[in-house]
């Protein structure tokens, strides 16, 4: 029995011609400049994990410049992810104290190079340059529907990424340097994996978006990328704005890497880095600060990324930005769950608090109202408004002086929110809430409606063909004007002009 079903399989198979379309299967040993890596085949694509390209920044090279990796012989296993780089509980459930994480990761379709070789998407993870790591973000949809080579990027973060001393090169950038080995290598090794070397877009969310416009303020990143996708991390950002990334002048970082270099005990050691070298990372994460901020007045990054966006001074490329709609809800809400009652009586003090210049209270107040006891989602509204919706407008207007932009505002109201614990109130299209749409985050899928599967497939093709020609239009998606703001919501997708519910005007007066 069982030969005659392998014979009747055997003449089905020889009968039944192959798909004229069929493509051999590209292979899952790919060999790189520093020598072979093995990475793991799935349904229509290829991951490649845990791909070394600086050398561990540990022990003598804890904070300085990123160096080559050391080359290999053999066959590097690349089938499962490198630790995530050092930093608190958070999205890396436990936290980490590992340093030794400059890794990146490469998902690509699983057919051979085409005649033309893919485009190239290097992804920055978000996370106040403290947490995060590449491995939360399986691109596996987009590499597959967009036909694109996606790279993912742990860099250095928090104190040992930012640390700022007198003296010492490379002082508040190393996370950013780290970006730039990243590029360099990809330039160096991408076209193994079947990507374009000199058809790289730098992409990235929150603190990775900023990183994006550092980048593009850079001179050392100079070539390394042609195209921009910065996702609710505008390059206007100051550290006054409270929840957005944002670049501290060097003298502002380095009183902060005075104030670490007390709170760890080495102050008055008397070779103060070397004691710094010799803390745990664990300590150095205990006394580091909640966020991190690039300095700026270095080498890496000589001019502040909103002043050099003010000038004219980034580097001229097609970019694609945005932010979300109710950005700011997410941390409204931590604040509401954390005990502040925001009532009519209230909301003036809490706008006072939150605002750079308190005298600008009354205005605020009257243009957000609060009429209950729940005013929440109005504080939402505020810091979304005036951290992320209007920034974000105003860098596309400073951008599109010079460079094609294009702008979109993500506003499902119903997308899957980023908290797991219930909140209290909905928090709509708030941070974070577009990175489901593109990517299968921590690698499982989040519960979407099929309008919404609609949805991310669009938005997936807009990311990728803006990749591929620095246009999103084509194959059939709703049109993307370059003037106006492309409003993205299932079944409904389009150009809007949405300042006016933002009230920019009152916020464009904060600037």
């Known amino acids: 029995m069982r030969l005659a079903v392998l014979a009747l399989t055997c003449a089905l198979a020889a009968s039944t011609p192959l798909p004229a379309a069929a493509a051999p299967a590209a292979p899952t040993v790919v060999r790189t400049q520093d020598g072979a890596v093995r990475g793991a085949a799935h349904d229509g694509y290829r991951t490649f994990e845990a791909i070394p390209y600086a050398a561990p920044p540990v022990r003598a090279l804890r904070w300085t410049a990123p160096r080559p990796p050391s080359p290999w012989t053999g066959i590097r296993d690349a089938r499962r992810p490198a630790p995530a780089c050092a930093q608190p509980d958070g999205e890396v459930r436990g936290g980490s104290t590992t340093e030794d994480c400059l890794y990146l990761g490469v998902t690509a379709p699983d057919t051979a190079t085409p005649a033309r070789p893919r485009p190239v998407i290097v992804w920055l993870h978000g996370g106040g340059f403290t947490t995060g790591t590449g491995p939360s973000y399986d691109a596996h949809r987009m590499a597959v529907r967009g036909d694109v080579v996606v790279v993912t990027v742990d860099y250095r973060l928090g104190a040992l990424g930012f640390l700022a001393r007198p003296g010492l090169a490379g002082s508040g950038t190393f996370g950013l340097a780290d970006q730039q080995a990243a590029l360099r290598y990809v330039r160096d090794n991408i076209a193994a994996f079947g990507g374009d070397p000199r058809d790289v877009t730098l992409a990235g969310q929150s ?77 150095l994460l205990a006394h580091q600060g909640i966020d991190q901020h690039p300095a700026y007045g270095t080498p890496l990054l000589p001019r502040d990324p909103a002043a050099a966006l003010a000038a004219g001074a980034l580097r001229r490329m097609p970019v694609l930005l945005g932010a979300n709609h109710d950005e700011g809800t997410v941390w409204a809400a931590g604040i509401v769950r954390a005990g502040t009652t925001i009532t009519p009586a209230t909301w003036p003090d809490v706008v006072s608090g939150f605002l750079p210049d308190p005298a600008r209270t009354p205005r605020v107040v009257h243009t957000y109202p609060v009429t209950a006891d729940d005013g929440g989602p109005v504080l939402g509204a505020v810091i979304g408004d005036s951290d992320y919706a209007c920034p974000t407008a105003s860098t596309a207007r400073s951008l599109a002086r010079r460079m094609p932009v294009w702008r979109y505002e993500f506003a499902d109201p119903h ?12 928090l709509g299209a708030t941070h974070t809430t577009e990175l489901p749409y593109l990517f299968d985050l921590g690698g499982r899928p989040r519960a979407l409606t099929v309008a919404q599967r609609r949805l991310a497939d669009t938005m997936i093709g807009y990311w990728t063909r803006f990749a591929r020609s620095g246009d999103p239009n084509g194959d059939g998606a709703p049109h993307w004007p370059r003037t106006g703001v492309q409003t993205l919501l299932p079944d409904d997708i389009g150009p809007t002009r949405p300042e006016r519910s933002h009230h920019c005007r009152l916020w464009t007066d904060h600037q």
């Open 207 to 283: 603190a990775g978006a900023y990183s994006v416009c550092a980048q593009l303020a850079s001179p050392s990143a100079a070539g390394l990328f042609q195209r921009a996708v910065i996702e609710s991390g505008p390059c206007s950002g100051r550290p006054e704005r409270f929840f957005a990334p944002s670049a501290y002048p060097r003298a502002t970082a380095e009183a902060a890497g005075a104030e670490l270099t007390a709170d760890v005990g080495c102050a008055e050691a008397a070779r103060p880095l070397a004691c710094l070298r010799e803390v745990p990372p664990e300590e």
């Open 415 to 426: 997308a899957p929110r980023p908290t797991t614990t219930e909140p209290p109130f909905p």
